[in-house]
């Protein structure tokens, strides 16, 4: 509901409260954001200046209280006594926007630039401000649990604005906050980073052209006492998937001004005479009740408004991908065999990754060229999908049509078309990007793209992006909005097409990317550990079923670790399931594993995808229709551990529910040298004997299953103790490090 009256704006709904005021000098207060109020508490909520402070300027020097530098505004200009970060910055000079009028709409207007934007009904607030030469319309729109806000600058003079800098949206809120930001690197993305928000600026931004695996651009700000489960904390994340900046200060008063956009590092858009600029949407939410609570709303605003419609609650497939198995060493008939060995494990959908085209037999060359191999692929991709239908699994492949490799032949034709500066080419991953801002370039990837998701059966598309750019500032932006363009065109005729973004992993983990395909690759790193973190961070912002979370080797590629195969499933349960290894070398033990883990993830499928998502202090559990996943996950462990205990959440107190573990079995390989205490006869823990038992037979680890009320469950039980040291039995869960279990509990 969005309420007007008098100068006061209220967007109010079961979750939210957003209260704004125009003051008697026109500028808008932001009174109140968060949990929901009354309007009419609007003067205990405002704070009263009376006799103001020392050293400020003043609108009126008769009343003190007019100091800029003190007001909760929702948007500030610059040199006029409000000394914090401005949102806006234009041609080096100071800004006054005053209150004009305003309206309320039912959905927010559509970008002419080609931003993508938010859908579903979303009643929405429209506040028109002026200066001579120029007008700033204001976007709020209220949806179920979270805000969206843009802004639109209009140069209404006769001379050309030069515009630095045009934030999404600034607000200022009482109280004291950490910024908690999500930051990394290749492989190391989502690692949480919690700063103090005092009187020094704390920035939160990227600059590679890509939203970034160095900062992502969603972060929350948690009042100091915040847990998983009480306190304040908001959220704030952008629909873009360029350079983004954000900022929290606190100012004398006690408000953190926040604020976040396109980064202005470089940016200058000249605006013509009648032109206007578009801000990409910024998502705003609350919740009174932790870090748990914030996430809920996020997960169910991205979901409903955020994803593709299409498939926003549509069950995934379990895929079997070939990067990490093959990389660029195949043929059709390896393919084949990887296909139907994936079949034969449960899988539902085959990814040909990396290495069809082209000269693509590294990632040196290739790039850029769309012709098949037909020295791997004689029959085409035509053929191989055929085929691959034909052992009952769907087709899917990769793409990556924004670069380009020097050795292809459309650098040989294009040279001009590569994005470059003035300077010498710089490079990364042996490539250069393709200058998107040309009409005639995107249109090349357009017609490519297209025809090869034309020329075969194909239900799914890995469309990935592996270097930073060297376009900075309007290049950069623009660059952002021809991908847009590129991805509209190509997918919108295509909306039952899956498309799962990637840049070297989660280098552009975005809901920007959310809007045009409902899943994004995480990570290359698929270590299940370096993944609780991984994931587990992406939960603060994003639904589980937007992650790609895949089951790899071990030891794994990146980390050296060596991981049970079983948590390698548990953790990316909690995802859209896939497996990325060769399979040609799975012990029998192995393929019987994950028969199995595919076989329960498709029964609870939808619980996995689309249940609610809550962490829990030792792993993560989904709720949906009164079932309940709980995975429960061990680091390093300590000799002789005490109890450990599970304690669920969201559960029904009253109710009673079955519990039980998800049976696994313990590689007999690692109890090898221990064997001898049980075993009649000495066993060479490296000989023949036990090698060949551990490929196919495994130990039985302890099971639970009961029946047990929601209130001992909210309350907490004892699971089984971890192994001891003091002999193996079915009554204790026999994990070393890295170990984990996964427990359904259903409602009886
Ligand atoms: C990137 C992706 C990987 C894989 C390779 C292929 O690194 O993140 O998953 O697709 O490219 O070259």
């Not at 623009?478 to 190509?490: A, K, W």
């Not at 079923?545 to 953790?571: E, I, W, Y």
């Not at 497996?579 to 993830?601: F, G, M, R, S, T």
Request: glycine share 10%; charged share 20%; proline share 4%.
């Amino acid at each position: 509901m969005i309420e007007c009256k008098n100068g006061l704006f209220h967007l109010r709904n079961l979750s939210l409260s957003c209260l704004l005021r125009v003051n008697r000098y026109g500028l808008l207060e932001q009174v109140h954001f968060g949990a929901p109020v009354r309007s009419e508490d609007v003067e205990a909520l405002a704070g009263q200046p009376g006799l103001g402070w020392g050293s400020s300027l003043l609108l009126n020097d008769k009343d003190p209280g007019s100091s800029p530098d003190a007001m909760a505004l929702a948007w500030s200009g610059s040199g006029r006594g409000d000394f914090r970060e401005s949102p806006l910055e234009m041609d080096g000079q100071s800004t006054d926007f005053c209150y004009v009028n305003h309206n309320v709409l039912d959905t927010p207007p559509l970008m002419e630039c080609g931003l993508p934007q938010t859908h579903g009904k979303g009643e929405t607030l429209e506040i028109l401000m002026e200066q001579p030469g120029a007008r700033l319309r204001l976007y709020f729109t209220l949806y179920e649990t979270a805000m969206t806000r843009f802004a639109v600058l209009e140069n209404t003079g006769e001379q050309p604005i030069a515009l630095h800098k045009l934030m999404s949206f600034s607000m200022d809120i009482y109280g004291s906050y950490t910024m908690t930001t999500f930051n990394g690197g290749w492989a190391a993305e989502m690692q949480r980073c919690d700063t103090v928000v005092g009187a020094s600026r704390v920035v939160n931004e990227s600059a590679t052209g890509a939203s970034s695996n160095q900062h992502n651009a969603g972060f929350l700000l948690s009042e100091m006492d915040a847990t998983e489960d009480a306190g304040r904390v908001y959220g704030f994340n952008l629909i873009y998937s360029g350079n983004h900046y954000a900022s929290a200060r606190q100012s004398q008063q006690g408000f953190i001004r926040v604020m976040q956009g396109i980064n202005p590092a470089h940016f200058c858009q000249t605006l013509q005479p009648g032109e206007k600029f578009e801000t990409p949407e910024a998502v705003l939410c609350y919740s009174g009740a932790g870090w748990g609570g914030l996430s809920a709303r996020m997960h169910k605003f991205v979901l409903n408004h955020v994803v593709p419609e299409y498939w926003s609650r549509r069950e995934r497939p379990v895929l079997y991908n070939s990067w990490e198995g093959c990389m660029f060493d195949f043929n059709e008939s390896r393919l084949v065999d990887l296909a139907r060995r994936a079949k034969n494990l449960g899988c539902e959908l085959f990814v040909l990754d990396d290495g069809w085209f082209g000269k693509r037999n590294d990632d040196l060359a290739g790039l850029g060229d769309y012709n098949v191999n037909l020295k791997k692929l004689p029959h085409g991709l035509h053929g191989l999908a055929q085929k691959v239908n034909k052992l009952g699994l769907e087709f899917g492949l990769w793409l990556e049509p924004e670069s380009v490799n020097e050795d292809s032949d459309l650098y040989r034709a294009h040279p001009d078309w590569a994005l470059t500066d003035r300077f010498p080419t710089i490079y990364g991953r042996h490539q250069l990007l393709l200058d998107l801002t040309k009409p005639e370039v995107r249109d090349y990837i357009v017609e490519n793209v297209s025809k090869v998701l034309d020329s075969a059966n194909i239900t799914y598309v890995k469309w990935d992006m592996n270097r930073h750019s060297v376009a900075v500032g309007k290049k950069a932006h623009e660059h952002v909005l021809g991908l847009y363009d590129v991805l509209r065109r190509i997918f919108g005729p295509r909306p039952q097409i899956l498309l799962e973004s990637c840049s070297s992993g989660g280098n552009r983990f975005d809901l920007g990317m959310l809007c045009f395909g409902p899943q994004v690759w995480c990570s290359d790193n698929t270590d299940p550990i370096s993944r609780l973190d991984i994931q587990g961070n992406l939960s603060y912002l994003y639904p589980q079923s937007t992650f790609g979370a895949h089951v790899s080797a071990s030891p794994h590629a990146q980390t050296l670790r060596a991981t049970p195969l079983s948590t390698r499933g548990n953790v990316s349960f909690f995802g859209c399931l896939g497996y990325e290894l060769d399979l040609k070398h799975l012990a029998a033990i192995e393929v019987q594993e994950i028969k199995h883990q595919i076989e329960l993830y498709k029964t609870y499928r939808r619980l996995f995808q689309f249940g609610t998502f809550r962490r829990m202090k030792n792993g993560w559990q989904v709720s949906l229709d009164g079932v309940t996943a709980a995975g429960v996950f061990h680091k390093l462990v300590s000799a002789a551990p005490g109890y450990e205990q599970l304690r669920l959440k969201g559960l029904d107190a009253d109710k009673i529910y079955h519990l039980r573990t998800r049976a696994q079995k313990i590689r007999i390989g690692q109890f090898a040298h221990l064997l001898k205490h049980v075993a009649p006869v000495n066993l060479n823990p490296n000989g023949a004997v036990i090698n060949t038992a551990d490929k196919h037979y495994g130990l039985e680890d302890g099971v639970e299953g009961y029946r047990v009320s929601g209130a001992a469950l909210l309350s907490g039980i004892l699971l089984q103790p971890l192994f001891r040291g003091t002999g193996y039995d079915t009554n204790q869960r026999t994990q070393g490090d890295y170990g984990s279990n996964l427990y359904i509990v259903e409602e009886v």
